[in-house]
């Protein structure tokens, strides 16, 4: 039986976890990226596939994560 992927983007991993299993989904742990959306540890959304898409229940569904902003650093050049 088909379902429909649930919104999960912003949750944390946990929660986002515990969304798909309740709707017969397998959640992943996927990638981490940066994101200057969401903060560290909460999930950006589906590494293959976008909400509302139907799928199988029983799918493998990978999670992005974020690693929070990217942080630049600035070189400060001391001039004498």
């Given at each position: ?57 029983g799918t493998s569904i990978r999670i992005i994560v974020s690693k929070g902003p990217a942080v630049i650093r600035n ?6």
């Amino acid at each position: 039986e088909n379902r429909p992927l649930p919104a999960i983007a912003g949750l944390s991993l946990t929660e986002a976890s515990a969304q798909l299993t309740a709707n017969g989904f397998v959640p992943v742990k996927g990638s981490e990226t940066y994101s200057s959306e969401y903060p560290e540890g909460r999930v950006i959304g589906y590494e293959s596939f976008t909400e509302g898409d139907s799928l199988p229940q029983g799918t493998s569904i990978r999670i992005i994560v974020s690693k929070g902003p990217a942080v630049i650093r600035n070189l400060i050049a001391m001039v004498f």
